[in-house]
């Protein structure tokens, strides 16, 4: 862990490992490779010990840090996958977190936390300080005082916090694309409040560490908002399983190539599926391939 400005430790990772990609940890028992199913020995029974899952899912993720160090910026733990083991998976969640950033890697934890007042301090402390994550993702529907206890942390601890503009999912226009009387879209209008809530988290370079998420299967409003929000990191989710590919991404990088990181779950996890070998070795190649693929849509091949 460090107290240096997120945005400088981010963008100065893209730039060393020369990669943009952030690896989604969402272990899930049913796509487990049968090899380590086996060795885990949770072939058997149809619901097997929680404790069981955690320590199997522990040396799953264990592996896939250790394929990926090199290559990744950061990883990406979805809470509600660690959620499901109950005591034991939220144990693993902190083993995780220790795990990546002992390998070099950054933590965003994916946990989606919104709420207001001492609730939402409640949260910050857990996640940021108790667990160490190095950035999380926010709902920001409750306003400034649902997200200001985690952007304290920004401008004091040296911590990220990746605000929810423009999910991934299709039915995010339901609420995300309607129309203010303003003229401004709902997105739109989040964004111009993660501009504000992120002043006074500028690192050295410029950006601030108080992010976005912008969901790379909407490509064109990914790279009107890049345009909106000069020196905002973004977190990009919706590549591979849900569709979206690197070469439509280049606008969503700013003028340097730099500034978004492009979060892979499944398809990098569970490459094994498609490709022979270990499945140390599939989700590594897959990696390499991807990092490969958004470096070129960046410009900066």
Request: proline fraction near 4%; glycine fraction near 12%; charge should be negative.
């Given at each position: 862990?460090?107290?240096?400005?997120?945005?400088?430790?981010?963008?100065?990772?893209?730039?060393?490992?020369?990669?943009?990609?952030?690896?989604?940890?969402?272990?899930?028992?049913?796509?487990?490779?049968?090899?380590?199913?086996?060795?885990?020995?949770?072939?058997?029974?149809?619901?097997?010990?929680?404790?069981?899952?955690?320590?199997?899912?522990?040396?799953?993720?264990?592996?896939?840090?250790?394929?990926?160090?090199?290559?990744?910026?950061?990883?990406?733990?979805?809470?509600?996958?660690?959620?499901?083991?109950?005591?034991?998976?939220?144990?693993?969640?902190?083993?995780?977190?220790?795990?990546?950033?002992?390998?070099?890697?950054?933590?965003?934890?994916?946990?989606?936390?919104?709420?207001?007042?001492?609730?939402?301090?409640?949260?910050?402390?857990?996640?940021?300080?108790?667990?160490?994550?190095?950035?999380l993702t926010v709902n920001p529907y409750?306003?400034?005082?649902?997200?200001?206890?985690?952007?304290?942390?920004?401008?004091?601890?040296?911590?990220?916090?990746?605000?929810?503009?423009?999910?991934?999912?299709?039915?995010?226009?339901?609420?995300?694309?309607?129309?203010?009387?303003?003229?401004?879209?709902?997105?739109?209008?989040?964004?111009?409040?993660?501009?504000?809530?992120?002043?006074?988290?500028?690192?050295?370079?410029?950006?601030?560490?108080?992010?976005?998420?912008?969901?790379?299967?909407?490509?064109?409003?990914?790279?009107?908002?890049?345009?909106?929000?000069?020196?905002?990191?973004?977190?990009?989710?919706?590549?591979?399983?849900?569709?979206?590919?690197?070469?439509?991404?280049?606008?969503?990088?700013?003028?340097?190539?730099?500034?978004?990181?492009?979060?892979?779950?499944?398809?990098?996890?569970?490459?094994?599926?498609?490709?022979?070998?270990?499945?140390?070795?599939?989700?590594?190649?897959?990696?390499?391939?991807?990092?490969?693929?958004?470096?070129?849509?960046?410009?900066?091949?």
């Open positions: 862990m460090s107290d240096q400005n997120f945005a400088d430790r981010l963008l100065d990772a893209i730039d060393r490992k020369r990669s943009h990609v952030v690896v989604g940890l969402d272990p899930d028992l049913a796509l487990l490779p049968p090899s380590l199913r086996s060795e885990c020995l949770l072939d058997g029974p149809e619901n097997p010990d929680r404790e069981a899952v955690a320590s199997c899912y522990r040396r799953f993720l264990g592996g896939i840090i250790d394929a990926v160090a090199n290559d990744a910026v950061a990883v990406k733990p979805q809470i509600a996958y660690f959620e499901t083991l109950g005591a034991p998976g939220y144990a693993l969640y902190e083993d995780v977190v220790r795990l990546a950033q002992d390998a070099g890697l950054l933590v965003i934890a994916d946990v989606k936390r919104g709420d207001i007042g001492s609730t939402a301090e409640a949260y910050a402390k857990a996640h940021l300080d108790l667990v160490g994550a190095d950035a409750l306003g400034t005082d649902g997200v200001e206890p985690f952007v304290a942390r920004a401008r004091s601890a040296g911590k990220g916090v990746f605000v929810l503009v423009k999910t991934s999912n299709p039915s995010s226009a339901e609420i995300q694309d309607m129309r203010l009387t303003s003229g401004d879209t709902v997105y739109e209008h989040v964004a111009d409040l993660a501009n504000r809530w992120g002043k006074g988290t500028e690192g050295a370079r410029g950006y601030r560490s108080v992010g976005a998420v912008v969901g790379g299967t909407y490509p064109s409003q990914g790279a009107a908002l890049r345009l909106r929000m000069p020196g905002v990191p973004l977190l990009i989710p919706g590549y591979g399983a849900q569709g979206a590919k690197a070469e439509e991404l280049g606008g969503m990088f700013d003028a340097a190539g730099t500034g978004a990181v492009v979060n892979s779950a499944r398809a990098i996890l569970y490459a094994y599926r498609k490709r022979e070998g270990a499945w140390q070795d599939a989700a590594a190649l897959e990696t390499r391939e991807m990092k490969a693929a958004l470096w070129a849509a960046a410009g900066r091949a």
